[in-house]
């Protein structure tokens, strides 16, 4: 296994990067990238989604044996595809320089939290009405 590839496992598993932070820094450098029929190819990426859906240009694919090649101007590759990627190790040291000198959204009482309203107040399930309780329903009458 390469360097590379134990290096950004590495990280990625301490949680320092993201896949897609990682990826993002990436683009426009070149990378290898194996598929999971063992196909692999060498191009430079475009773009790329959340989905780890890729589009790279300038692409030399190589079949599963390593007997053929076929250059290719651009190739779109779906995420649920991919095997592994091999990054630079510069892209990688550039996406950890750029998170430690950001400071954190996360963390103790930094950011929106899940079910954060904005402030509005005792506003759950069912209060906020004149006689208090969740209202009426269907079918079962209450007059008024």
Same mark, same amino acid.
């Given at each position: 296994?390469?360097?590379?590839?134990?290096?950004?496992?590495?990280? *990625?598993?301490?949680?320092?990067?993201?896949?897609?932070?990682?990826?993002?820094?990436?683009?426009?450098?070149?990378? *290898?990238?194996?598929?999971?029929?063992?196909?692999?190819?060498?191009?430079?990426?475009?773009?790329?989604?959340?989905?780890?859906?890729?589009?790279?240009?300038?692409?030399?694919?190589?079949?599963?044996?390593?007997?053929?090649?076929?250059?290719?101007?651009?190739?779109?590759?779906?995420?649920?595809?991919?095997?592994?990627?091999?990054?630079? #190790?510069?892209?990688? #040291?550039?996406?950890?320089?750029?998170?430690?000198?950001?400071?954190?959204?996360?963390?103790?009482?930094?950011?929106?939290?899940?079910?954060?309203?904005?402030?509005?107040?005792?506003?759950?399930?069912?209060?906020?009405?004149?006689?208090?309780?969740?209202?009426?329903?269907?079918?079962?009458?209450?007059?008024?």
């Amino acid at each position: 296994m390469s360097k590379d590839i134990q290096l950004s496992r590495k990280v *990625l598993r301490q949680g320092k990067l993201t896949q897609n932070g990682l990826l993002n820094a990436a683009q426009g450098h070149p990378m *290898l990238v194996e598929l999971k029929n063992g196909e692999t190819l060498n191009g430079h990426l475009l773009n790329c989604d959340t989905w780890m859906n890729l589009t790279l240009k300038e692409v030399v694919q190589t079949s599963p044996d390593g007997d053929k090649f076929f250059r290719l101007p651009e190739v779109y590759v779906r995420g649920n595809n991919i095997k592994y990627l091999r990054v630079p #190790d510069e892209i990688i #040291d550039l996406v950890k320089d750029q998170q430690q000198n950001q400071p954190s959204s996360r963390g103790r009482g930094g950011g929106v939290q899940r079910g954060d309203h904005g402030g509005r107040g005792d506003r759950g399930r069912g209060s906020g009405r004149a006689g208090g309780g969740r209202g009426r329903g269907r079918g079962r009458g209450g007059g008024g």
